[in-house]
């Protein structure tokens, strides 16, 4: 089904994208295969040559064949190659068309020229398959980042091309919604779709994949069958720079809570969007200060929203943060609170990336700045544009300004989609040191792995509402892997709770 022969490609004007080297690879029809490596070893790349992205949108030198089902993919026209490869991409709002669910999910089939009455019985199916009825006849505008990646998938598969290549698509999902991909893989697995997925979460994956690919520095390292790959041990992922296969490998000894460093108290906090009912109802809230609080939650579920309401960022949420004898209301939160947004092209400015570090700071200070980019594996690339920059860059450009900014509070919202092992761990010894200086943190996430390895306290967040908190101590170790691994017995608590705190 898909071949690549002697291929090797270099990318014009783009300093950071190394491109790939001499590429021979063979992917059968109905065959599962799972790109692995660092970040930069070139999967994306890859992937964009399969799904006709190179040559016909990223300008470089190309050199071989890319061929899907016989088709020569670098000699024909973009529009042809939709026909055979559907794409999801790490951030979905770079593929969306529309302003509105309905559109979205019919836009490639009506693009194929497909008949009224076919699209509407695709798109009936394809929101059976998804689960996603709560999600129709929504602005895509107000979805969360999960919510939207679920919709990106669920318009691919409408159009049912015969390749699906999909880049980091768990990147922003919770475990449900994880769980929910993990069957539509299956599903086109069994319909024998071709897959090409380049992951770096790799566990929802450790019972799908037929083939793993292992890549470093644009060349294909080794190859794997899945049998072979699953008989690796932690300390040799470990040595490969890739996330563990499977949850008896997440063993970490995470720190305890100290909550003798005082509160940051919120009370009064309700937001409700233009039209729609509170996304937010949180009357009074105490967590400890100084710790490292993962704020955990369904897609959805107001996580986001939280955090823009806690910094100030949304005008109509009225409430209060107190703190370090400090009584915050929305202005006075801009000045003490820094967020990292999940999408971080909202929150990138200057012209390179150390001026993006120097204008985050009090007072400026070149060496400063540099000291904290070398932590984030950045310095090599301080002169170049942010916006050049891949999608794991990016948020590490974010995180070092958050750094720079000295706030008391600090929120990073999915501060790990998209990156490798490697620079997971210097995420999170940066989110350590900054508790060390007396920060306090919220870290919204999906990923498990960054949780256990630096976060102290948690903040379970469902519907708007708390739904629970409580340290990551033995106990809360416990309920927390029960949040991750058990969505459906949790979400029937859940409920049961929401019925409850309603009065109903």
């Known amino acids: 089904m898909i071949e690549l022969r002697n291929v090797s490609f270099r990318y014009i004007g783009s300093e950071q994208e190394k491109g790939l080297s001499n590429i021979n690879l063979k992917i059968q029809t109905g065959e599962v295969v799972l790109l692995v490596g660092e970040s930069g070893c070139g999967k994306t790349t890859l992937t964009r040559l399969i799904n006709g992205l190179i040559p016909n949108y990223y300008e470089g030198e190309l050199f071989g064949d890319v061929t899907v089902n016989g088709k020569k993919i670098n000699d024909i026209p973009l529009y042809e190659t939709a026909k055979l490869v559907g794409s999801v991409f790490q951030n979905p709002r770079t593929q969306f068309f529309n302003v509105d669910t309905n559109s979205e999910l019919a836009f490639g089939s009506e693009n194929m020229g497909m008949d009224e009455g076919k699209i509407k019985q695709r798109m009936k199916e394809t929101i059976n398959t998804f689960r996603i009825e709560k999600l129709m006849n929504k602005s895509i505008f107000n979805l969360s980042g999960g919510e939207k990646q679920k919709i990106a998938c669920a318009s691919v598969f409408t159009s049912r091309p015969e390749v699906y290549v999909l880049d980091e698509p768990s990147s922003n999902l919770d475990i449900a919604a994880t769980s929910d991909l993990q069957e539509c893989i299956a599903h086109w697995k069994a319909n024998g779709n071709t897959l090409v997925i380049a992951e770096h979460r790799?566990?929802?994956?450790?019972?799908?994949?037929?083939?793993?690919?292992?890549?470093?520095?644009g060349?294909?390292?080794?190859?794997?069958?899945?049998?072979?790959?699953?008989?690796?041990?932690?300390?040799?992922?470990?040595?490969?720079?890739?996330?563990?296969?499977?949850?008896?490998?997440?063993?970490?000894?995470?720190?305890?809570?100290?909550?003798?460093?005082?509160?940051?108290?919120?009370?009064?906090?309700?937001?409700?969007?233009?039209?729609?009912?509170?996304?937010?109802?949180?009357?009074?809230?105490?967590?400890?200060?100084?710790?490292?609080?993962?704020?955990?939650?369904?897609?959805?579920?107001?996580?986001?929203?939280?955090?823009?309401?806690?910094?100030?960022?949304?005008?109509?949420?009225?409430?209060?943060?107190?703190?370090?004898?400090?009584?915050?209301?929305?202005?006075?939160?801009?000045?003490?609170?820094?967020?990292?947004?999940?999408?971080?092209?909202h929150q990138l400015f200057t012209e390179s990336v150390l001026d993006e570090i120097l204008v985050s700071m009090e007072a400026p200070n070149t060496e400063k700045a540099e000291q904290i980019l070398k932590s984030l594996d950045l310095l090599d690339i301080k002169e170049l544009h942010p916006m050049s920059l891949s999608g794991g860059q990016k948020q590490r450009v974010a995180i070092a300004s958050a750094i720079a900014s000295n706030r008391e509070i600090i929120v990073f919202d999915e501060p790990t989609s998209g990156l490798d092992l490697r620079?997971?761990?210097?995420?999170?010894?940066?989110l350590s040191e900054l508790q060390n200086l007396g920060k306090t943190l919220f870290v919204i996430s999906h990923d498990l792995e960054l949780i256990l390895e630096c976060c102290t306290y948690v903040l379970h967040i469902e519907n708007g509402r708390v739904f629970d908190k409580y340290p990551l101590e033995a106990e809360g170790k416990e309920k927390l892997l029960k949040f991750f691994y058990e969505p459906i017995k949790l979400a029937v608590q859940m409920e049961s709770k929401t019925i409850k705190q309603s009065g109903m």
Do not use: W
């Open 202 to 217: 790799l566990s929802y994956l450790k019972d799908l994949a037929d083939r793993i690919i292992y890549m470093k520095d």
């Open 219 to 345: 060349e294909i390292m080794h190859e794997f069958s899945l049998d072979e790959f699953q008989k690796l041990s932690a300390a040799s992922l470990c040595h490969f720079g890739l996330r563990p296969f499977s949850i008896t490998q997440l063993l970490s000894a995470q720190k305890s809570a100290n909550l003798s460093h005082g509160k940051v108290d919120i009370s009064g906090f309700n937001f409700s969007y233009k039209y729609q009912s509170p996304a937010i109802d949180i009357p009074e809230l105490s967590v400890p200060k100084g710790e490292i609080i993962a704020v955990i939650g369904h897609n959805g579920a107001g996580k986001s929203t939280f955090a823009r309401c806690l910094c100030g960022l949304e005008k109509r949420c009225k409430g209060i943060v107190s703190f370090n004898g400090y009584k915050c209301k929305t202005k006075q939160r801009l000045k003490h609170c820094y967020m990292v947004m999940q999408d971080v092209n």
């Open 423 to 430: 620079h997971m761990n210097e995420v999170a010894n940066n």
